[in-house]
């Protein structure tokens, strides 16, 4: 019933609630991926250094075990609880109720579409605000120069020509189209097929070798300067094209009011100097990402690629997980928002930086942090479902024991009492857990939605995962975009196919108008992509030349010369599929159909 009223709805406010959930609802889909399939693509890997596996222990899970140890007993009289550091003082008692709220608190931007992207009416207007054409005009001019570097191995020049953006968006289309029947592992001779067992639209818009050397041919960069380059930044390959679809996207979009920042790990196993491994990933190993995602509407807002120690220069900044949370929340300082993450980047130090940004923030804590009071890590004896409160300075950290010896601490800066969830029951949990389990998945959820409808193909280029990863989040961000906008309604599937037909519609209608070279099968196949403005070209042959029949070579693949052809479409035709009339039965029959044409027309 839910669904059904929300297919109800045609206009979104993306300032309420309710209409926040219905939208959702069409982003939302689960399903498995299908398995992986090893293809080799000829591709040359862009790193020219010695392979890294940095291995990335990330223990980020809610609860902990408790700290049973003998502690020193505490003068259970005191106002408050002391940490470990012995200066940091946590109040038993919560600050007294403000008539003023907190400026961190504070909402300045209501969400929705902003900019130019309010202006999109489809799918691919959508996703064009995000990879502009200017990003395509840039991936053309360096795959074009990548290709001149290696015409020479070809022995004919028509199997390695240039590109153009037309091509390259029919291209991604492909890559959607892929993605949206979850065939993104799929080897791509089941894809094209060879006896009329592919997916139609495949070989429609391009042909199996020339989308090969595509995939093997995209660049982002200038390659004569990128030695030099490399000397400052490990991610050149793909930084300013990278960093582009970062801006489009926080110019397209204002998120809600809650935030989650978390790592995403694309997978990839080739050379790289700065892949992960991270054994609590599905891939395990591959590049990692940080990313700034909206907790309700899964927006990708910001992203930042790890790329371990960069050599000196401007991109040589710190890595520690409160710096990459302070570079990745920029783009919402002053805002109001509230930030929710795991207890990897939560430091009392970065809440207090955020406090001073009007950023709130929520998050898991670990045991190891010298500001918790050895109260809050002690479990041995206190009873399930208790929760211990203490404040100070505008935080508020709990510990609570979902079951014996197990304990789970949180801090927030966006509360500020004892508040316990009426609707957990029994389970007594505290206001902040329900709030942070509601806002702790959110890229969780976008990097599940990015591998269910996949781009990425196999590759042994670190440039190309990321442009994949840059493509999936794409788009998610284009369909929120187009939810917001109020358009039509789909769920996400059908988004991508429609998406996906958008995109390869101008190769389509290119190459509709094309015949030399190609065969008389696929020609009539292209016919419905025509434009109704471009006449059909009617070849003009002598009287006593033979052309193949249309008819032999689309139905049985039988190539059959004939001399003559059909008189209302001109198609060569042989005479075992010819009906033959007199000519007074064929006088009568073109004028009856002339007539019912010219009656349609006028209704």
């Known amino acids: 019933m839910k669904f059904s009223a929300a297919m109800a709805r045609k206009q979104y406010d993306s300032s309420k609630l309710l209409h926040l959930e219905e939208m959702k609802i069409f982003l939302l889909e689960d399903d498995e991926e299908e398995p992986a399939v090893t293809e080799d693509l000829e591709e040359s890997s862009d790193i020219s250094s010695e392979d890294e596996v940095a291995e990335c222990n990330t223990d980020s899970g809610t609860e902990q075990d408790g700290d049973d140890t003998d502690t020193e007993e505490t003068d259970t009289d005191l106002a408050y609880y002391l940490g470990k550091d012995k200066n940091t003082k946590w109040n038993k008692k919560a600050p007294k109720n403000k008539q003023r709220r907190e400026s961190h608190n504070i909402i300045t931007h209501f969400p929705g579409v902003i900019g130019s992207a309010r202006k999109a009416k489809t799918a691919v207007e959508c996703w064009s605000n995000l990879i502009t054409d200017s990003m395509l005009e840039t991936i053309v001019r360096f795959t074009n120069q990548y290709i001149d570097t290696i015409k020479e191995q070809f022995s004919r020049e028509r199997d390695i020509k240039n590109t153009d953006v037309i091509e390259l968006k029919a291209f991604i289309g492909l890559l959607y189209l892929a993605g949206a029947f979850r065939a993104n592992r799929q080897s791509l001779e089941e894809l094209w097929g060879t006896d009329g067992d592919g997916i139609e639209k495949f070989s429609l818009v391009m042909n199996l070798k020339r989308f090969k050397v595509l995939i093997r041919c995209l660049h982002f960069d200038d390659r004569s300067t990128r030695t030099e380059r490399k000397g400052y930044d490990r991610l050149t390959p793909i930084r300013d094209i990278f960093q582009q679809f970062i801006m489009n996207c926080q110019k397209s979009y204002c998120p809600g009011q809650n935030l989650t920042i978390d790592e995403m790990l694309p997978g990839f196993r080739g050379r790289c100097g700065f892949r992960q491994y991270i054994p609590s990933k599905p891939n395990k190993y591959g590049i990692k990402i940080f990313a700034m995602v909206d907790a309700r509407m899964m927006y990708t807002m910001n992203m930042e690629v790890y790329c371990g120690r960069q050599p000196p220069g401007p991109f040589n900044v710190s890595n520690k997980p409160s710096d990459a949370v302070k570079r990745i929340a920029e783009p919402m300082f002053g805002s109001g928002r509230n930030i929710t993450a795991d207890n990897w980047f939560t430091d009392f130090d970065l809440i207090d930086f955020l406090k001073t940004k009007k950023l709130s923030y929520v998050g898991t804590v670990r045991k190891n942090k010298r500001q918790l009071p050895p109260d809050f890590l002690y479990t041995k004896g206190k009873q399930q479902y208790s929760t211990m409160f203490g404040f100070s300075n505008g935080k508020i950290l709990v510990s609570y024991i979902p079951r014996e010896r197990k304990n789970v601490i949180l801090v927030s800066s966006l509360h500020n009492d004892y508040t316990i ?163 007074p039965c064929f006088s009568k029959c073109t004028c009856a159909a002339s007539a019912a044409i010219e009656t349609t027309e006028d209704e």
């Open 421 to 583: 969830d009426p609707e957990s029951g029994e389970l007594r949990k505290p206001e902040i857990i329900t709030f942070y389990n509601l806002t702790k998945s959110g890229v969780d959820t976008a990097d599940q939605m990015c591998g269910n409808f996949n781009v990425s193909r196999n590759t042994k280029r670190w440039p190309m995962v990321i442009f994949f990863t840059m493509l999936n989040v794409g788009g998610i961000n284009s369909q929120v975009i187009y939810l917001g906008n109020e358009l039509k309604q789909m769920r996400r599937r059908m988004y991508l196919k429609q998406l996906a037909n958008e995109l390869v519609s101008g190769e389509l209608s290119l190459r509709s108008t094309k015949t030399v070279g190609m065969p008389l099968a696929l020609q009539h196949r292209l016919k419905r992509y025509r434009p109704k403005d471009v006449p059909e070209q009617t070849p003009t042959l002598p009287p006593s030349k033979r052309r193949s029949c249309t008819t032999c070579s689309f139905v049985s693949g039988f190539r059959r010369l004939s001399k003559y052809d059909c008189k209302i479409c001109k198609e060569s035709i042989c005479l075992s599929h010819a009906t033959f009339v007199c000519q």
